[in-house]
C-alpha cells in the first residue's frame, strides 16, 4: 500500500460525508428494483446481439422504495477494479461500493483487484476494509489499488479471470472505467453467462473526457474536477494576460477523442478563441484555414491596439483536421513499409527526405509545411506499434509557429503592424487526480453505492446510472442501464467490434449551439472569468454547482 | 478599465474583509512613528551614501499607539503603481492603501499610474475610487491598472516624473515592485529630495520568487500564494504518477535568480527529487554531475520495483551550473562578435558549426554533449540585445533527453533494467495572478494601509514592513525599513549599480538545512503530500497556515 503524509486539507476533507439519493439512504434492504422495457443497441442491434446473447436486450432498471431484506441476507464477496486512466472520484466510488455492502450486511465483503484489470487475471487484491478506507475517502487519484490499461478479451485471460473469481468466491466484480474499460465490463459479463457462472458484473462511467454520455448517463465522473482545475488555471492564465498585456496564451488540454473538456473550460473562464475538434472536422478544415481563422482574430486584436489573447486547443485537434489525419496514416504506413531502409539512414534531414518521396504529392507538400520540430515529431516519437504517437504531438506550438510565419508575410504586405509574442501550456496530468470537487465526491459515492444494490439484486451487464444531476444531491435518480444498450460496432485497428458508442460534441447539441452564440463576443470584448480554485468549504454557490455543460444539456440558460 | 464577468468565487471572496495588525486597526490618527536609530546598508556603505546623500542611513520607522490626528487633517493625493512581473495580492494593497487614505481622511485621493512606471512618465493615470475598487478586493491580477517594466533612470524620464507628480499635485508616490523596482524607487525618492520636491516615495515589497527577504522583511508578497498553486499542481500529478506507476515528471517552476519556489513547492508536496540552484552553484556542480545524481536515484528506485518518481527543478538551474552559464557567456560573446558572418550561413547546423569553433575547446565538447533541441534554443532564442534566452530554455527537457542518454549506456552495460518514461512540465504564469490566500489577502492588505501610514508620516525612502508574520495577522508588527539600508553595489550590464540585495537559498539557513536532513527519505520512501487547492473558506488549519518557509525561518518544528 502506498504511504502518504496527509496534507491538512485532506485530513479535513476527510470528515466529509457525501449526500447520498434519497432512494438510497436508507440501505439496500429498503430499495427494489424496478424492470423497464426490453432495451436494443443504439445502432447495429442484429450484430450486437449476435455477440452478446445473453446480455442483450435486457430491461432498464430503475430503485424504488420497497422492503427487500431478503437480497441482504447471505454474504456476498465483492470485487473491483479501477481501469483506465485516472480521474477525481475514483477512491469515492470504492468508498459508495463498501458502504452500500456493509450496511446491506456487516459480513460482506470488498476486495479491490490491484493494477488494473490485469491484477483479475493475475489474481493480486486487496481487501478493501473500512480502516484501509479511511484515509481515502473524499480524495483524487487511484492509488489505493491503482490502475492499468490490460483488457481481459483472450480466452485465456477469459479463463483465468474467471478461474480467479470462482476461486475467490467472489459474487460481483464492479469495473470502474471509460467506454472502452466497459464495453470489455460487457464482455467478461457475457462470457460469464455463457459458462453458467453466476457472479454479476456491473460498470460504472469513468473518464475526465466527458465522452461517456448518453441519455442514460448524464456525465462520467472526474468532468467536473478535472474541467474546473483546468478553469482555475486557464482563469489565472487570463488575469496574467489581462495584467501584462502583451502574450497570446495557447493552451492545449487533455481530451484526444472528443473536446468536451476544452468546450467546459472556455464556458467557465471566456476566451478569445476556442477550437472545436468536430467543428473543425464537420468544416472540413485545412491546417491552414485553422491558422488563418487564428491569424485574423490576431490581427483584428491588433487593430483595436490588443496584443494579446488567449486561445484552447483540444489535445485531439490534429487528428479532426481530415488532411492531417489523412497524412498521419499514410506516415503510420511508409515508415512501417520501409523500416529497413530508413534505418540504414543516419540523419533526421535523410530520412524526411526518403519518406517525402514516398507519400502522394498533397501529403508531402503538407509535411514540407510543417515547423521542423512538428515534422520531427511526426517522424520521431512512434509508440510501440510503429504508429506516430498523436498526444505527444505540441499543437499549440504547431500553431504558434505556423502563425508567426503567416504574420510575418502580412506584416512584409503591409496588412499587419501587431506584435505577436506567445507562450504555450498543456494541462491533462494536472486534473486528473485532484481532490475531487463536492459534486464528484457526492456523484461517485452514490455511483458506488448504487453499483452495490445493482449487485446485491442481481444484476449483470449493467452500468451504475445516477440521473437528473442538476439537481441537489438528494433527489438524484438512480438505477442501471444494460451495458449492450449503449452499443454500436465501429471499426477497430481494422477489425469490427462492438463498443459504447464514444460521445462526441453535438454540432446541434445546446452546448455548442451556446458557445456559437456567445463566441463573437468573447473574441473581441475581452469578457474574461477567473473561477479560482475548488472550493470544499463555504456558500453552497462555490461549492456546490456544477458543469455548465451539465446545466446547458438540462435546459438551463446561461449568461 | 478591463471588463469582466465576475465568477462566483470572485464574488463570495470580495466580501472577505482582511484582519488589519491591531496597531493599525483605529486608523492612521491613532498611529505613531518611533524613529529608531541610522542605519547603513548592508555593504558598500561608503558608495552607497554617495549616491544616496539625503537618503542614505534614515532611522527604522516602528509604529506604536498614540494622537496623530495632525497628520490626517490636510487633505492628501497619493499615486500608487504597479511594477515588474504580477504577484497575487497586488489589488489588495492598492485596496489597503486606499483605506488607509480614506480613513484618515475622507477627503484623500488615490491615483493608478496605468501600465506600471511608464505611466507615471506618460502621465496616465486613473483615480481609485471606493467604487472602482469593489471588483478588485481579494482579487489575483494587475489588471486594475496593470503593470510594466520599465525603470525610471534617465534625467529625462526622473525629470518627466517630477513634473507630473507636481503637477497632479501628488503628496507621495508608492511603487509596489520587486528588488529592482523598490530599488527604483528610492532612485526615485533620492532624485525629488535632491530636487527640493517635498513627495514621499514608499516601496512594497513584492515578488513571487521569494527573493526579496532579509532581516526586516521576512517575505514578498505572492510567494505564499504562488507555491500553493504550484504545490496543488505537483501534488496532484504525483498522486497521478503514484497511480500510474509508470512515469517520471520533470517539473520546472518559475523563479530564475533563486530557487525559493521549488524550495517551498517541494515542503509541501515531498518529491522524489529536488535541485535546488544555489547548492549547485556552491558545490561547482557539472552539468553532467547533476544527471548522474539524477540517473543514480532512477536506477536505486528501478532496482526497488519502482519506474516513476518526481523531480522539481528551478527555472534558473541552468545559470547556477557553473560551465553553463560560462558558456551562455561565451555564446552571446560569439553570436555577437560574429553576426553577419553568421548571417549569411543558411542551416542551423552550419551556424552551429561555425560557432563551435569559435568558443574554448572545453565549452564547445560541452555544446556538443547537449541534446540538439537545447542547443538549438541556445542558438536561436536570443532576446532584444542578441543574448541567449536563458528563461526559455526548457532545462526538464534537457535533463530527460541526457538521463535517457545515460540510461541508455547503463542498460547496455547491464548495470539498469528499468524502464524510463519522463514527462515533463512547466509552471510559472499560472500561479502569478491567483485569487491570494489568505495569508497574502491579508498581508498585501496591511502593506498597502501601512504604507498609507508612512507616507502620511511624510517618510520617504522607506519599504512598507509588516512583520511577525508566522502569527495571527492581529498580531503583525508595522513600520517601515530605509530602502538603502538593504543595498549593496553589484555589477550589472557592466556597471557597478546600487542594488538591493537579492536573498539567494542561504545554504546554511534553516529551510535549506531541513531539506538536507529530509530528502534523502523522499528520494526512496514515497512520501508524498497532495495539498490540494487553495482554500478560502472552512477550517483556520486549511486557510490560514502560511510557508513552510516562513515557518522554518521562525524556528518551527516541520515533520
Known amino acids: 500500500m502506498p504511504k502518504c503524509a496527509c496534507s491538512e486539507l485532506q485530513q479535513e476533507r476527510g470528515k466529509f460525508q457525501p449526500v447520498l439519493?434519497?432512494?438510497?439512504?436508507?440501505?439496500?434492504?429498503?430499495?427494489?428494483?424496478?424492470?423497464?422495457?426490453?432495451?436494443?443497441?443504439?445502432?447495429?442491434?442484429?450484430?450486437?446481439?449476435?455477440?452478446?446473447?445473453?446480455?442483450?436486450?435486457?430491461?432498464?432498471?430503475?430503485?424504488?422504495?420497497?422492503?427487500?431484506?431478503?437480497?441482504?441476507?447471505?454474504?456476498?464477496?465483492v470485487g473491483v477494479v479501477l481501469s483506465g486512466g485516472q480521474?477525481?472520484?475514483?477512491?469515492?466510488?470504492?468508498?459508495?461500493?463498501?458502504d452500500g455492502l456493509k450496511k446491506a450486511n456487516a459480513k460482506n465483503k470488498l476486495f479491490g483487484f490491484l493494477g488494473g484489470p490485469s491484477g483479475i487475471v493475475d489474481n493480486k487484491f486487496v481487501e478493501i476494509t473500512p480502516a484501509l478506507m479511511k484515509d481515502y475517502r473524499n480524495t483524487g487519484g487511484f492509488d489505493l489499488i491503482q490502475s492499468g490499461r490490460t483488457k481481459i478479451e483472450t480466452p485465456e485471460q477469459l479463463a483465468a479471470a474467471k478461474n480467479n473469481l470462482l476461486k475467490n468466491k467472489m459474487d460481483a466484480l464492479v469495473v470502474v472505467g471509460g467506454d472502452d474499460s466497459n464495453t470489455n465490463a460487457c464482455v467478461i459479463a457475457e462470457y460469464l453467462k455463457q459458462q453458467g457462472v453466476d457472479i454479476s458484473v456491473i460498470g460504472v462511467p469513468k473518464t475526465i473526457d466527458g465522452d461517456l454520455k448518453n441519455e442514460h448517463i448524464e456525465t462520467s465522473f472526474?468532468?467536473?474536477?478535472?474541467?474546473?482545475?483546468?478553469?482555475?488555471?486557464?482563469?489565472?492564465?487570463?488575469?496574467?494576460?489581462?495584467?501584462?498585456?502583451?502574450?497570446?496564451?495557447?493552451?492545449?488540454?487533455?481530451?484526444?477523442?472528443?473536446?468536451?473538456?476544452?468546450?467546459?473550460?472556455?464556458?467557465k473562464t471566456h476566451p478569445?478563441?476556442?477550437?472545436?475538434?468536430?467543428?473543425?472536422?464537420?468544416?472540413?478544415?485545412?491546417?491552414?484555414?485553422?491558422?488563418?481563422?487564428?491569424?485574423?482574430?490576431?490581427?483584428?486584436?491588433?487593430?483595436?491596439?490588443?496584443?494579446?489573447?488567449?486561445?484552447?486547443?483540444?489535445?485531439?485537434?490534429?487528428?479532426?483536421?481530415?488532411?492531417?489525419?489523412?497524412?498521419?496514416?499514410?506516415?503510420?504506413?511508409?515508415?512501417?513499409?520501409?523500416?529497413?531502409?530508413?534505418?540504414?539512414?543516419?540523419?533526421?534531414?535523410?530520412?524526411?527526405?526518403?519518406?517525402?518521396?514516398?507519400?502522394?504529392?498533397?501529403?508531402?507538400?503538407?509535411?514540407?509545411?510543417?515547423?521542423?520540430?512538428?515534422?520531427?515529431?511526426?517522424?520521431?516519437?512512434?509508440?510501440?506499434?510503429?504508429?506516430?504517437?498523436?498526444?505527444?504531438?505540441?499543437?499549440?506550438?504547431?500553431?504558434?509557429?505556423?502563425?508567426k510565419t503567416r504574420l510575418?508575410?502580412?506584416?512584409?504586405?503591409?496588412?499587419?503592424?501587431?506584435?505577436?509574442?506567445?507562450?504555450?501550456?498543456?494541462?491533462g496530468y494536472e486534473g486528473r487526480c485532484g481532490v475531487p470537487s463536492t459534486f464528484d465526491a457526492n456523484y461517485t459515492y452514490a455511483l458506488g453505492y448504487n453499483a452495490a444494490v445493482l449487485a446485491l439484486n442481481k444484476c449483470t451487464g449493467y452500468l451504475s446510472s445516477v440521473k437528473n444531476l442538476t439537481k441537489k444531491s438528494q433527489d438524484w435518480v438512480c438505477g442501471g442501464v444494460p451495458l449492450t444498450m449503449m452499443m454500436n460496432i465501429e471499426r477497430r485497428?481494422?477489425?469490427?467490434?462492438?463498443?459504447?458508442?464514444?460521445?462526441?460534441?453535438?454540432?446541434?447539441?445546446?452546448?455548442?449551439?451556446?458557445?456559437?452564440?456567445?463566441?463573437?463576443?468573447?473574441?473581441?470584448?475581452?469578457?474574461?472569468v477567473f473561477p479560482g480554485p475548488i472550493q470544499f468549504f463555504g456558500p453552497a454557490v462555490v461549492t456546490d454547482i456544477t458543469t455548465v455543460t451539465l446545466q446547458l444539456e438540462a435546459g438551463k440558460k446561461i449568461k
Not at 510575418?408 to 494541462?427: D, M, Q, R, V
Request: glycine share 8%; aromatic share 6%.
Open 493 to 528: 485497428k481494422g477489425k469490427e467490434k462492438p463498443v459504447i458508442k464514444k460521445a462526441l460534441v453535438e454540432l446541434k447539441g445546446k452546448p455548442f449551439m451556446h458557445l456559437a452564440k456567445v463566441r463573437a463576443a468573447w473574441a473581441t470584448e475581452d469578457l474574461f
Open 272 to 403: 478569445n478563441a476556442v477550437l472545436i475538434g468536430e467543428e473543425v472536422l464537420a468544416k472540413k478544415m485545412t491546417l491552414g484555414q485553422v491558422v488563418n481563422q487564428l491569424v485574423d482574430l490576431i490581427v483584428k486584436r491588433a487593430k483595436a491596439g490588443k496584443n494579446y489573447g488567449i486561445v484552447l486547443v483540444p489535445e485531439g485537434l490534429i487528428e479532426f483536421i481530415p488532411e492531417m489525419k489523412e497524412l498521419i496514416s499514410a506516415l503510420n504506413d511508409a515508415l512501417a513499409d520501409h523500416e529497413a531502409a530508413l534505418a540504414k539512414l543516419s540523419s533526421l534531414a535523410e530520412k524526411k527526405e526518403f519518406i517525402l518521396e514516398k507519400l502522394p504529392k498533397k501529403l508531402a507538400d503538407l509535411m514540407k509545411s510543417l515547423p521542423a520540430g512538428i515534422a520531427s515529431q511526426l517522424m520521431l516519437d512512434r509508440d510501440p506499434h510503429g504508429n506516430v504517437q498523436v498526444s505527444l504531438i505540441e499543437t499549440e506550438k504547431l500553431l504558434v509557429e505556423m502563425i
Open 222 to 267: 472526474g468532468f467536473d474536477t478535472a474541467t474546473k482545475i483546468y478553469a482555475e488555471l486557464v482563469g489565472n492564465i487570463e488575469r496574467d494576460m489581462n495584467s501584462a498585456r502583451k502574450y497570446w496564451h495557447f493552451v492545449r488540454l487533455m481530451g484526444r477523442s472528443a473536446s468536451h473538456i476544452t468546450l467546459e473550460v472556455a464556458f
Open 21 to 77: 439519493p434519497s432512494i438510497l439512504k436508507k440501505g439496500p434492504a429498503f430499495v427494489k428494483p424496478k424492470l423497464g422495457k426490453a432495451t436494443k443497441s443504439v445502432a447495429d442491434q442484429a450484430t450486437v446481439k449476435k455477440i452478446f446473447p445473453n446480455t442483450y436486450g435486457l430491461p432498464a432498471v430503475s430503485f424504488v422504495k420497497g422492503n427487500n431484506a431478503a437480497v441482504c441476507k447471505k454474504a456476498v464477496r
Open 87 to 98: 480521474a477525481p472520484g475514483g477512491h469515492n466510488v470504492i468508498g459508495g461500493l463498501l
Open 408 to 427: 510575418a508575410e502580412l506584416k512584409k504586405a503591409g496588412k499587419y503592424t501587431g506584435k505577436f509574442s506567445a507562450i504555450t501550456h498543456f494541462f
